[in-house]
C-alpha cells in the first residue's frame, strides 16, 4: 500500500535554511503537498507540487521533487521562530482526493 | 482562498454518550469530504470518505455503526460518535475538496479540528 516517510525531527538556528525530506512508495502518486500544523490546531496548506514538476518556488518556500527515487523536499530559507511547527508532507493520487500522510517532522528553530 | 470550518472545535463529554461534529465548506461546494483522526505527536490517519448524497466509505479498522457519517449537502458533512468512550478522545479533523480538475489541480482545504475529550 501507499507509505509516506519522513524524519521526525529537525533543529535550526534563526535565519538559517531549514530542508525537510519526505520519501514516498505509491507510483501513482500525481499531487504531493506539504502542510504545516501548529500546536493544537488545524492543517495550514503550505504548498504543492504536480508530478510532472520537479521544483516549484513560493517566496521562503522551495519543493524539489524527485520522481525517479519519489523523493520530496521543502526548503524554507530564512528560517524563523514562527516556522516552528510539525510539517506534514502528503500525496494523493489522480483518481482520487484521498491523502496519505507522513508521521509529520517537528521543525524547531532556535533564536 | 477556500475555508472550511468545523464546530464545535473543542467539546466534553460523558462516556457513553454521542456527539456530533459538523464541517462546513464555507464558499464552494464540497462534493468530497474526509474525515481525519489524529492521535496526539501522530500523523493524521483517514477515518473514512464521504461524497454528497450517498454513504461514507469507511478505512479498514474504523467502525461505521460508531462514527456515523452524514454528507447531505454539498457544504455540510457531519461525524457523530456513538457511545463515546475515553479511547475515542482525540483530535478530529476533516477536509474538503471542490470537484477534480485536471487543470486547476486537487487542492483540498482543511477545517480548524475538533478536540473530543470522553470523560
Known amino acids: 500500500g501507499e507509505d509516506v516517510e519522513q524524519s521526525l525531527f529537525l533543529s535550526v538556528r534563526e535565519g538559517d535554511s531549514s530542508v525537510i525530506n519526505c520519501t514516498y512508495t505509491?507510483?501513482?502518486?500525481?499531487?504531493l503537498y506539504w502542510y504545516k500544523q501548529e500546536p493544537g490546531a488545524g492543517l495550514q496548506l503550505l504548498t504543492y507540487?504536480?508530478?510532472?514538476?520537479d521544483m516549484k518556488q513560493d517566496q521562503r518556500l522551495t519543493v524539489l521533487l524527485n520522481k525517479k527515487d519519489k523523493h520530496l523536499s521543502l526548503r524554507i530559507a530564512d528560517t524563523q521562530t514562527g516556522d516552528s511547527a510539525i510539517y506534514f508532507c502528503?500525496?494523493?493520487?489522480?483518481?482520487?482526493?484521498?491523502?496519505?500522510f507522513g508521521a509529520g517532522t517537528i521543525l524547531r528553530v532556535k533564536s | 482562498g477556500a475555508v472550511v470550518s468545523q464546530h464545535p472545535s473543542w467539546v466534553i463529554c460523558k462516556s457513553g454518550t454521542s456527539v456530533k461534529i459538523e464541517c462546513r465548506s464555507l464558499?464552494?461546494?464540497?462534493?468530497?469530504m474526509f474525515w481525519y483522526r489524529q492521535f496526539p505527536k501522530q500523523s493524521l490517519m483517514l477515518m473514512a470518505t464521504?461524497?454528497?448524497?450517498?454513504?461514507?466509505?469507511?478505512e479498514q479498522g474504523v467502525e461505521k455503526d460508531k462514527f456515523l457519517i452524514n454528507h447531505a449537502s454539498l457544504t455540510l458533512s457531519t461525524l457523530t460518535v456513538t457511545s463515546a468512550h475515553p479511547e475515542d478522545s482525540s483530535f478530529y479533523i476533516c477536509?474538503?475538496?471542490?470537484?477534480?480538475?485536471?487543470?486547476?489541480?486537487?487542492?483540498?482545504?482543511f477545517g480548524e479540528g475538533s478536540w473530543l475529550t470522553v470523560v
Open positions: 507540487i504536480f508530478s510532472n514538476m
Open positions: 502528503a500525496e494523493s493520487s489522480l483518481y482520487g482526493n484521498k491523502l496519505v
Open positions: 464558499d464552494f461546494q464540497a462534493t468530497t
Open positions: 464521504s461524497n454528497e448524497g450517498s454513504k461514507a466509505t469507511y
Open positions: 477536509s474538503a475538496s471542490a470537484r477534480f480538475s485536471p487543470i486547476s489541480g486537487n487542492t483540498i482545504y
Open positions: 505509491d507510483s501513482s502518486s500525481t499531487y
